[in-house]
């Protein structure tokens, strides 16, 4: 069964860093593109970033220069370095991996539980 | 950038209903569409991909059609366990960008 669990979510003040990590299990985790997907409250559902097997990473413009992901595939783990912190970053953010590596049909087919991320003074 | 729109923005109806969602894109983008359920508290569930395909272990009642610019999911007869917010997503090929439909929440009328 394919497992993804979050962490390092917290309460840090705007302008600060946070670093989030997902676990995976039940896949041969290197063989797989994996993503940051956020959801802040009230909102809807929004693609943060995307690392290929053999990372490439992709950024959405409104976290572009700031957030930076990356994988451990010795460890089965994906991660996502936050920096520059700021309010509207408030959200839960899920760990989910793409289904297959075509950008052209690029879907989630596994999503963690989430973490929640709070930026406030 | 392609946008995509949904509508209804709420759809209020009882159990054994049938549910219509539409999801339109600002230009086409062929049969590249997912279709994913979120329940609060809960991770999304990818219940349809390349707009027709359902995803591992989804029930029958859900349905995926259109292509190029319009798309439709279909639920059948609403489950209890079905009231929920659905997205619709596509990918934007320059710059690499994944976007999702602001969703629409079905709930029980």
């Known amino acids: 069964e394919v497992q993804l669990v979050e962490s390092g979510g917290g309460l840090v003040k705007p302008g600060g860093s946070l670093r989030l990590s997902c676990a995976a299990s039940?896949?041969?985790?290197?063989?797989?593109?994996m993503n940051w997907v956020r959801q802040a409250p009230g909102k809807g559902l929004e693609w943060v970033s995307s690392?290929?097997?053999?990372?490439?990473?992709y950024y959405a413009d409104s976290v572009k220069g700031r957030f930076t992901i990356s994988r451990d595939n010795a460890e089965n783990s994906l991660f996502l370095q936050m920096n520059s912190l700021r309010a509207e970053d408030t959200a839960v953010y899920y760990c989910?991996?793409?289904?297959?590596?075509?950008?052209?049909?690029?879907?989630?087919?596994?999503w963690g539980q989430g973490t929640l991320v709070t930026v406030s003074s | 950038e392609i946008v995509l729109t949904q509508s209804p923005a709420t759809l209020s109806l009882s159990p054994g209903e049938r549910a219509t969602l539409s999801c339109r894109a600002s230009?086409?983008?062929?049969?590249?569409l997912a279709w994913y359920q979120h329940k609060p508290g809960q991770a999304p569930r990818l219940l349809i991909y390349?707009?027709?395909n359902r995803a591992t272990a989804i029930p029958a009642r859900f349905s995926g059609s259109g292509s190029g610019t319009d798309f439709t999911l279909t639920i059948s007869s609403l489950e209890p366990e079905d009231f929920a917010v659905y997205y619709c997503?596509?990918?934007?090929?320059?710059?690499?960008?994944?976007?999702f439909g602001p969703g629409t929440k079905v709930d029980i009328k």
């Open positions: 989910a991996r793409a289904r297959i590596a075509d950008w052209d049909r690029y879907y989630f087919d596994s």
């Open positions: 039940g896949f041969t985790f290197s063989k797989y593109s």
């Open positions: 690392i290929s097997f053999s990372s490439d990473r």
């Open positions: 230009q086409s983008i062929g049969s590249y």
């Open positions: 390349d707009a027709s």
């Open positions: 997503q596509q990918r934007s090929r320059w710059p690499p960008s994944l976007t």
